[in-house]
Structures are given as C-alpha cells and as structure tokens.
C-alpha cells in the first residue's frame, strides 16, 4: 500500500500533464469539428441560394415559353406553376431516399474517417 502511495505522489505532477494534454486534444479535435462544420454550413447556405435563383429565372423562363405557345400569360405561367409544385410534391415524396440517407452516409462516413486517422 505504501508502494503504491509513494508512486500517486511521485508522478502526480505527470498525470495532471497527462490530463491537461489530453484536455487540450479534445478542444481541438472539437474546435476542428466545427469549424469543418461551419464551412460546410456556409457552403449548403450559399448553394440554397444559388439553387433558388436558378430555379426563379428557370420557372420565369419556361413560364414565358409556356406563354408563347398557349397565347396567354396566365396559362403559360400557371403551367410552370404547376410543374415547379409538382417538382416540389415529388422532392418531398422522395426527399429520405434523395437527401436523408445520403447526408446520414455521408456523416457515417467521414466520422469513420476522422477516427481512423486518430
């Protein structure tokens, strides 16, 4: 019992180093981590965006193409309404097969990579 007394006191100064270093490990691995995510986070928002306006001069563009071959503003337009809903109404049917499992893979994926490299 002695023994093992004399050893806590005799390395006590290492084990508390042990234990601020290992500390130190994880708030970088966590500072890491989201600063990955918030790059990913300013890449998704600046995507969303560019998806949305091509999407509005897409729908601008085939609702005046609709217009040109029905001869009227309100059915052109109304039809590439209707197609831009029925678009969403599929995306959102589908939307665990086409964006869900794919992120969760993705996720899965990397955080296995990121493990591996430790």
Do not use: C
């Not at 969303?48 to 999407?55: E, M």
């Not at 609709?66 to 197609?83: C, D, I, P």
């Not at 589908?94 to 499992?101: A, E, N, T, W």
């Amino acid at each position: 019992m002695n023994d093992l007394g004399s050893f806590f006191s005799e390395n006590k100064t290492l084990v508390k180093e042990y234990i601020e270093t290992r500390m130190e490990i994880y708030r970088l691995q966590s500072l890491r981590l989201f600063s990955q995510s918030a790059g990913y986070f300013a890449w998704i928002i600046v995507s969303l965006f560019l998806v949305f306006l091509i999407l509005l001069f897409s729908g601008i563009v085939v609702g005046f193409w609709f217009s040109g071959l029905m001869h009227s503003y309100v059915k052109g337009f109304g039809l590439a309404t209707l197609l831009i809903v029925l678009v969403f109404v599929l995306l959102a049917i589908f939307r665990k097969r086409l964006f869900v499992d794919p992120v969760t893979q993705t996720i899965i994926e990397r955080s296995r990579e990121q493990s591996n490299e430790e």
